[in-house]
């Protein structure tokens, strides 16, 4: 492996030179044009690609910091905005901004609902909100930067938040119920209308979290398939979510967040009026935003248009049952809960498989498996690509699971113990502290990856961020039994 570059060079290098040895450094990276991923990358196809990368070329340099200098970013986000809005049966109040990703979208969700709180309820010393033990860990990060507390609902068997502990959990200090359309880990879609209604019992706003499903949940609606009501329609939801970097298959960058009207919005707004700068106005949390980002998701939006958007829904779903029925003829495995679109978890039913080791075997074969810690579980996000290799992938998680199976001791080995490990560990203060020592060390002035000695008995996979984590408790763990 090179040296990492330390100091720029001496004398610029060829511009052919630096693409051929950027494209050297990708060939390693997971394969998504090979639908080898179940996350991360949205991908339909490199027509689609070659078109979002000419829209977003077509405004690459400009700054949408600025809409007075640049209206047609402005044109293109009130569009993307409006277009949104609609598509989630919102009335011409709805309004928004359009943000970089789903991230900081709910990172507004909670600063708005805690300004507004502050406006209209200002004894609130120690604002509050109750969300589901499932909700996207964006909500936790929002919760800390905003000194916000995350209070968490408890989930029902079928992995949706109940509805009752919600009701417990709201007290004086609430500031706003969140839920999800779906939900990351599971696929499940919370209970909206009764959350609704608790909501507006309560006099307390709602968002919903549909990040994922914002642009895939009304199409699966209209091919007639059940689905919880979630947007606009149900009196009570005050805010949505929706990613267009995601279903929306535009390119990275683009998210939308609605509110029902201007009276919740505005308190999403940053103004200062003192700066010797000038009057300086923010919309949502960047600065500089690209303007890229938002004209390729104008483009992708106006491209695919409602037509689309409903083939490739029906396209998702299709494959999505294809492969959950093939997990369930899998004796040992099952699918968590009854997940309406096309994200879910699968987990062991037996003992002798060990799930995490499953997943060590599928990454042999080759693939990019996510795991999840509560439960024990993989998790698949499905895309149009998937479609050729779903007979592939169906055949080697059968054949991963009959090698777990008459190999229980893989269970105590490489990844499989590091995850067990890791979602075992009690003491999730120490969990903690130790990443933040971790981060310290990637983001540090060598900004690499950290090495580990590896403990006896597990094989190193040194693309793998959590199974470094992993191997760095494994040390420590060590370290104190000596
Ligand atoms: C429900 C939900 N909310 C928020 C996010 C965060 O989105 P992003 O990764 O674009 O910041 C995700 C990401 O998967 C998500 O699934």
């Known amino acids: ?72 970013l402005k044109r293109f986000e009130s569009e993307v905005v409006r277009m949104t809005a609609t598509m989630l049966n919102g009335d011409s109040r709805v309004v928004g901004t359009m943000t970089s990703c789903g991230t900081e979208s709910c990172l507004l969700a909670v600063k708005t609902y805690r300004d507004l709180a502050r406006a209209k309820r200002p004894w609130i010393r120690k604002p509050e909100m109750v969300v589901p033990e499932s909700v996207h860990v964006a909500w936790e990060k929002g919760a800390e930067y905003f000194d916000v507390k995350a209070i968490h609902a408890p989930l029902t068997k079928d992995f949706q938040v109940n509805v009752n502990a919600v009701r417990k959990l709201i007290n004086r200090n609430t500031v706003l119920i969140g839920a999800s359309a779906p939900s990351y880990p599971h ?22 979290d549909s990040c994922l499903g914002g642009f895939l949940l009304p199409f699966v609606e209209k091919l007639g398939y059940p689905v919880v009501p979630f947007d606009f329609r149900v009196p009570g939801v005050t805010s949505i979510s929706a990613d267009v970097h995601k279903y929306g298959f535009a390119a990275k960058g683009a998210s939308v ?9 505005r308190h999403q707004f940053f103004v200062y009026e003192n700066w010797p700068g000038g009057i300086f106005i923010s919309p949502a949390l960047l600065g500089t935003r ?40 899998i004796p040992e495995l099952y699918v968590l809960g009854n997940p309406p679109m096309s994200v879910f978890a699968y987990a062991s039913r037996q003992k002798d498989v060990n799930i995490y080791a499953v997943a060590d075997q599928m990454e042999k074969k080759g693939w990019h498996v996510d795991r999840l810690h509560r439960p024990e579980a993989l998790h698949a996000i499905v895309m149009p690509a998937h479609e050729n290799i779903l007979g592939r992938y169906l055949d080697d998680l059968r054949e991963s699971v009959d090698y777990v199976k008459k190999n229980p001791e893989l269970a105590t080995k490489g990844g499989a113990a590091m995850y067990g490990m890791i979602s075992q560990i009690p003491l999730r203060g120490m969990v903690k ?50």
């Not at 967040?257 to 919005?265: A, G, H, Q, V």
């Not at 409602?306 to 829904?313: K, P, R, V």
């Open 433 to 482: 502290s130790n990443v933040l020592k971790l981060m310290e060390d990637m983001y540090g002035s060598e900004a690499r990856l950290p090495e580990f000695d590896e403990p006896e008995g597990v094989e190193a996979r040194p693309a793998d961020l959590t199974t470094r984590l992993a191997m760095g408790f494994l040390k420590i763990r060590n370290r104190f039994r000596k």
């Open 290 to 329: 690209p303007g890229g980002a938002i004209a390729a998701a104008w483009a992708a939006m106006m491209a695919i248009g409602e037509s689309g958007y409903l083939d490739n829904a029906k396209r998702i779903l299709d494959i999505t049952r294809k492969l959950i029925d093939g997990i369930n003829t």
């Open 257 to 265: 967040i609605l509110y029902r009207d201007m009276r919740i919005l």
């Open 187 to 208: 696929g499940m879609v919370d209970p909206i209308p009764e959350l609704a209604a608790l909501a507006r019992e309560k006099n307390l706003p709602l968002h919903v």
């Open 1 to 72: 492996m090179e040296e990492p570059v330390k100091r720029l060079p001496q004398t610029g290098i060829d511009r052919d030179e630096i693409l051929k040895r950027m494209g050297e450094y990708g060939a390693t990276d997971a394969d998504w044009r090979e639908a080898r991923t179940w996350s991360l990358v949205y991908y339909l196809g490199e027509k689609h690609t070659a078109f979002l990368k000419k829209a977003y070329s077509l405004f690459f340099s400009e700054n949408a910091l600025n809409p007075m200098a640049f209206k047609s």
